[in-house]
């Protein structure tokens, strides 16, 4: 099973700043990685695939990449409502599918 | 648009069963695999089962094999989960989530519904 490790757990962030979260994978995944972000109380929305692709009508302060076993998601600009937990998750090699633990953006 | 609606969430005891159903629309629900995704209270995401777009093929987490079948109707586009043998740490929200095009990746999800198991 591909472990998937998310750093920071918590990033306080002022709105305006930018924010960068790692995502590391216990091997190799290419880039079939997906971010998805999850806002209290609501379900997961995906974000970026194939490691860097924007999902449908996803900002472009959202941007991804990295590929192997290091990835990052940037957004350039936080918005008020991009505070929100973040997950990465792999499908290279699975069953099973595995996300991080993921990284909860918080405002400063 | 894309509207999965899950329902047959509810409290249950340890060893009971519960079936729950998501009602698809909004996209041609046999071309799609669909999975289901759990959280826990408090806790972060976890796959748990897919089915690929013809039914033909099934994957489930080692927690849940055994215990847990994954269905779909075509004629009706609604996806099913029987759960049967149920643990205390089954406990989460449980969410119908459509695949990407040829990708697993979880590209819509429903708003869940949560199954608490518990004496």
């Known amino acids: 099973e591909i472990v998937m490790t998310q750093s920071p757990a918590t990033l306080s962030v002022s709105p305006g700043d930018r924010a960068t979260l790692s995502c590391r994978a216990s091997?190799?995944?290419?880039?079939?990685l997906a971010w998805y972000q999850q806002k209290y109380g609501q379900a997961p929305r995906l974000l970026i695939y194939?490691?860097?692709t924007r999902a449908t009508g996803i900002p472009a302060r959202f941007s991804g990449s990295g590929s192997g076993t290091e990835f990052t998601l940037t957004i350039s600009s936080l918005q008020s409502e991009d505070f929100a937990v973040y997950y990465c998750?792999?499908?290279?090699?699975?069953?099973?599918?595995?996300f991080g633990g993921g990284s909860k953006v918080e405002i400063k | 648009q894309v509207q999965l609606v899950e329902s047959g969430g509810g409290v249950v005891q340890p060893g009971r069963s519960l079936r729950l159903s998501c009602a698809a629309s909004?996209?041609?629900?046999?071309?799609?695999?669909m999975h289901w995704v759990r959280q826990a209270p408090g806790k972060g995401l976890e796959w748990v089962t897919e089915?690929?777009?013809?039914?033909?093929?099934?994957y489930y987490v080692d927690s849940v094999k055994g215990r847990f079948t994954i269905s779909r109707d075509s004629s009706k586009n609604t996806l099913y989960l029987q759960m049967n043998s149920l643990r205390i740490e089954d406990t989460a929200m449980y969410y119908c989530?459509?695949?990407?095009?040829?990708?697993?990746?979880?590209?819509?999800w429903g708003q869940g519904t949560l199954v608490t198991v518990s004496s």
């Open positions: 998750q792999q499908y290279n090699d699975w069953p099973p599918l595995t």
């Open positions: 909004g996209f041609t629900f046999g071309d799609y695999g």
């Open positions: 089915i690929s777009f013809n039914g033909n093929n099934k």
């Open positions: 989530v459509k695949g990407g095009y040829g990708l697993p990746t979880f590209d819509y």
């Open positions: 091997q190799s995944i290419s880039s079939n």
């Open positions: 194939g490691a860097s």
